[in-house]
């Protein structure tokens, strides 16, 4: 009788961990925000240079974004939209405050703490790299690049960095 007792705990006990532990794994991003200066110029570009489609569009004021996003104006509204490429969403937010805006410095680097990136799958980097050039994207890297060996999670990957900042206009 006793060793069945301890047997239920011990199965209890592995229980409660084993979901106590797959309860806190993450498990999947299910979309990306990126905050931009105005949606209306930024937009266009997601759509008709990088194929995403709008699939929502809100817009919020209320007390609880002071909070959030840590932001001292009572007036605070913050649009947004999401976009789909494929099985993938990202957010793109536009706050409008009263408060004094200030630009991203121009000479912003990846580990600076307003940076903010994603990276994009192509089947065909040769055609999105002079689809991205005929639309005047500014490059970062000369011409797409492939990843070097030393590198094993990525060796082999054709990559192309470009700088798309939020707060420009597109050509």
């Known amino acids: 009788m006793q060793r069945q007792i301890i047997r239920w705990l011990l199965v209890v006990a592995l ?8 309860a806190q794994t993450a498990r999947q991003v299910t979309q990306v925000s990126i905050t931009v200066s ?13 194929n995403f489609n709008k699939v929502n569009e809100y817009e919020l004021q209320c007390n609880k974004l002071q909070q959030l996003f840590g932001i001292q104006d009572s007036m605070i509204v913050m649009k947004a939209v999401q976009l789909q490429l494929g099985d993938e969403f990202i957010e793109l937010l536009e706050f409008e405050t009263f408060l004094e805006e200030r630009a991203l410095p121009a000479d912003s680097r990846s580990n600076d703490l307003w ?9 065909d980097m040769e055609r999105v790299y002079e689809r991205l050039r005929k639309f005047g994207v500014q490059h970062v890297s000369t011409a797409p690049q492939t990843l070097p060996p ?3 999670a990525a060796a082999g990957i054709s990559a192309f960095t470009s700088a798309i900042r939020t707060d420009t206009i597109w050509k």
């Open 15 to 22: 229980t409660f961990l084993y979901f106590l532990i797959w």
């Open 38 to 50: 105005d949606l209306d110029k930024i937009v266009p570009f997601y759509e008709q240079v990088l």
């Open 115 to 123: 940076f903010q990136h994603i990276a994009i799958v192509v089947s």
């Open 150 to 152: 030393y590198l094993p």
